[in-house]
């Protein structure tokens, strides 16, 4: 009974955040179970950078966890310190107080630590989606030109970031999206230049990319040739948002600015599918990429 009485602000600190808690949680309960009846009968496709977005969305999550770490965590030992005044009509001892202070600076600078990791990573993460993105919004002006595309392409412990289906064959596009160096020479320093093997940044170089692109698309050949019983050629191709390329090799997979991509698929050279072929490729990759439930479901279904 002394503790309850001595911990008194504490104890009211927590009772006030876990009768928000049970506000929300009842409020749900009853949205939920509103006698409606939502229009959507089947499931979307997926949107560019959509395993991207999910991950942001758990950062920003974990974000907020650590921010009201760094809020709660002195209000606590502020509520500790008066309780202890307020009851025993002394301050705390010396080592109570570095004790104290002691727990007080771990979990801030653990938090602290924490806090700028996720933010690091959500800004990358944030570059990538914007880059998929950005990209998806080129692609999908093929749809016009007869092309399906779809995006976010859920394989073997890694993503497809695009795919596209038409009568010139079937290509799968990776994203890579890159900060450029803040310089006066900003025409030059938003150039890449691509040998066929290796794409040289003014200030890096990236070799695996090109690797990255070749062994996706290999899978995807691979897997729908598996799929649909035939051979399916599979062609990769890297879209850098941004940049423009310059390409010093006839070697090697397309390399391009995705305002380029409505020029690419006219001068590529066909591989040619007929209709039946592309139907059975479209079907199954709609069988992979439609699997994104409406939100609106996930907050009726809870």
């Known amino acids: 009974m002394w503790w309850i009485i001595t911990n008194i602000p504490i104890i009211l600190l927590i009772s006030i955040f876990s009768l928000a808690w049970v506000f929300l949680f009842v ?4 949205y939920r179970n509103k006698n409606l ?22 950062l920003n999550e974990d974000i907020t966890s650590y921010v009201v770490y760094l809020f709660i965590t002195p209000i606590f030992a502020y509520a500790t310190y008066i309780s202890h005044l307020y009851f025993n009509k002394k301050a705390p001892s010396f080592h109570g107080l570095v004790l104290l202070g002691a727990f007080l600076l771990v979990l801030i600078v653990f938090s602290l630590y924490k806090l700028t990791g996720l933010l690091s990573q959500r800004r990358m993460m944030r570059l990538g989606y914007d880059g998929e993105v950005a990209v998806g919004q080129e692609l999908n002006q093929l749809l016009r030109d007869g092309y399906r595309v779809y995006h976010d392409f859920f394989a073997d412990k890694f993503n497809i970031d695009h795919i596209v289906v038409g009568k010139k064959g ?11 160096p803040n310089s006066e020479q900003r025409q030059k320093d938003a150039a890449v230049e691509y040998n066929g093997k290796t794409l040289n940044f003014p200030k890096w170089k990236d070799t695996e990319t090109i690797v990255q692109a070749e062994r996706q698309a290999s899978w995807l050949s691979k897997w729908l040739g598996s799929a649909i019983g035939e051979p399916v050629t599979v062609r ?4 850098l948002p941004g940049w423009y390329v310059n390409r010093t090799s006839s070697d090697g997979i397309p390399v391009v600015n995705p305002k380029q991509f409505t020029l690419l698929f006219k001068q590529i050279k066909p591989r040619d599918l007929s209709e039946e072929m592309i ?10 990429c439609r699997d994104v439930e409406p939100t609106s479901n996930i907050t009726e279904q809870g």
């Open 170 to 180: 079937v290509f799968a596009v990776e994203t890579k999206a890159r900060s450029k």
């Open 236 to 239: 990769a191709v890297v879209a």
């Open 279 to 288: 139907k059975r490729i479209v079907h199954q990759l709609e069988q992979k």
């Open 27 to 30: 409020f749900r309960k009853y």
């Open 37 to 58: 009846r939502l229009p959507f009968t089947q499931l979307l496709l997926r949107s560019p950078g959509q395993s991207l977005l999910k991950k942001i969305d758990f």
